[in-house]
């Protein structure tokens, strides 16, 4: 059985920084990609980024302005997440996604495994 395990939410004041990690138990498979998902209050959940187990990276959302980065560490087996300059609206859950196959994209069902989620909470 995989689970993918999340950590590292809370409480962020507006102006810091958030760092998200997952990781992905049970998994033994050479091809994968594993990706950040965010969801707000009312709103749809939206991909954010992304890493192959080949190291590509894929921004979404944000990308433009700089405030994401992923990165994998292959010693702890883990994913991190990393978002800079947090505002009142990166508030929500963020979920980590694990896809089989070595590819990127912002497209809920290229991933056949999700966390349960970490809940953000971003104070003005």
């Known amino acids: 059985q995989v689970l993918l395990v999340e950590s590292g939410g809370g409480l962020v004041q507006s102006g810091g920084s958030l760092t998200l990690s997952c990781a992905a138990v049970?998994?033994?498979?050479?091809?994968?990609?594993i990706a950040w998902f965010h969801q707000s209050p009312g709103k749809e959940r939206a991909g954010l980024s992304c890493?192959?187990?080949?190291?590509?990276?894929?921004l979404w959302g944000d990308a433009p302005e700089g405030r994401f980065a992923i990165a994998r560490d292959s010693a702890k087996a883990t994913v991190e997440f990393k978002v800079d300059r947090v505002r009142p609206s990166d508030s929500g859950t963020y979920y980590c996604?694990?896809?089989?196959?070595?590819?990127?994209?912002?497209?809920?069902?290229?991933?056949?495994?999700w966390g349960q989620g970490v809940q953000v909470t971003v104070s003005s």
């Open positions: 996604a694990l896809a089989t196959r070595r590819r990127c994209a912002p497209d809920e069902a290229q991933f056949q495994y």
């Open positions: 049970g998994f033994a498979q050479e091809n994968f990609a």
């Open positions: 890493i192959t187990s080949g190291g590509a990276r894929a």
